[in-house]
């Protein structure tokens, strides 16, 4: 890899057996999501964020506090309402007096964000200007409040959750904060054998201890590494390019991209599906990814990133059939 291959690669062997005991750990507690917890790993360790789009009672807040129990991190959990403040997240400056002197002082109060893991739960319930409150916590690491700015504790992981049936009295994300979440997690039904499953285990007395794996210095030593990892040019090559069919009226885009996007991914949705990539490889203990790694990734990269046309709401088309139409072409 560099010159520090030997102990690179150590580390890498390390961290897959690691990822095996954190799917363990997290399986105790949640049935089934396999694909969703992997991603969520891949997102943490690429210093992304995530945001979880699913039906209620699919256990997406109790997968999120499962994996900071998990990972020995402090989790915060907001819950977005119409009235909440931005300050209700950064936090406050009070007055406090000194009883010996009378003196007295403005004190900032930490707020929630103030937290490795901070779950967003139903993010989209709240008005774009306490949605905003997020964004340079989630791009800087910072807090900003009263002139002063507060350096937020490595690692700083933000989880947002939305409900995609109830729409009324939400406020749609700016697609300017939809692009500082590196991945769209689709949390999908669970089979009928996990199903039963559940049903199983959450309604007896009867439950397993979950373990901490890795702490909170590790995964930042991890978020290190995941930089330092070498990607052959060819692989970038196939990420751009990737990236740039899906942006309209250029040389080479696909006439189907044409009809039913109004805006395309910009470069940011690269640069993740080669952090992404990369993540996905560390996790498996192979000291480079490959062009299938960024395959693998696409999909919760992009269909977010995807700005569709009136053409695409008439012919029903969405933006995950248009990101699946893509990579069949360039398998193609």
């Known amino acids: 890899m560099t010159n520090a291959s030997s102990s690179d690669l150590e580390i890498l062997r390390s961290l897959k057996s690691a990822h095996g005991k954190l799917k363990e750990e997290i399986g105790k507690v949640i049935v089934g999501q396999e694909k969703v917890v992997h991603e969520l790993l891949v997102s943490l360790l690429a ?3 995530c945001l979880l789009v699913g039906v209620p009672g699919l256990a997406k807040t109790l997968l999120i506090s499962t994996l900071a129990q998990v990972l020995d991190l402090k989790f915060s959990r907001i819950q977005f309402t119409p009235d909440l403040m931005p300050s209700d997240i950064t936090g406050t400056e009070i007055v406090e007096e000194d009883r010996a002197t009378g003196k007295r002082t403005f004190k900032f109060v930490e707020g929630p964000i103030f937290a490795n893991i901070v779950l967003a739960d139903e993010v989209n319930r709240t008005p774009p200007k306490t949605q905003a409150a997020l964004l340079q916590a989630m791009q ?52 009928s054998d996990e199903e ?15 373990n901490k794996v890795l702490s909170g210095q590790e995964i930042v030593d991890l978020q ?34 044409t009809d039913y996007i109004a805006w395309g991914c910009g ?63 360039k398998q193609a």
Request: hydrophobic fraction near 40%; aromatic fraction near 8%.
């Open 140 to 191: 800087e690491h910072e807090v900003s409040a009263a002139g002063t700015t507060y350096t937020l504790d490595e690692p700083f992981f933000v989880l947002a959750t939305q409900n995609p049936i109830e729409q009324e009295g939400t406020y749609p994300l700016p697609e300017a904060q939809l692009d500082r979440f590196m991945f769209n997690l689709w949390v999908d039904y669970p089979s």
């Open 196 to 210: 039963n499953e559940i049903v199983k285990t959450t309604t007896s007395r009867y439950s397993l201890p979950v």
């Open 47 to 49: 210093r992304g964020h």
């Open 224 to 257: 290190a590494l995941v930089r330092r990892i070498p990607v052959a040019d060819n692989v970038i090559k196939f990420a751009v390019e990737l990236v740039r069919r899906t942006r309209p009226k250029l040389d080479g885009t696909p006439s189907f991209v």
């Open 267 to 329: 470069p940011r949705a690269s640069q993740y599906l080669i952090l992404g990539a990369k993540t996905n490889a560390a996790l498996d203990g192979r000291p480079t990814p490959e062009i299938e790694d960024v395959r693998n990734v696409a999909l919760p990269v992009l269909r977010h990133r995807l700005v569709t046309n009136f053409n695409a709401e008439a012919d029903d088309v969405s933006a995950p059939e248009i990101v699946n139409r893509l990579l069949e072409m």
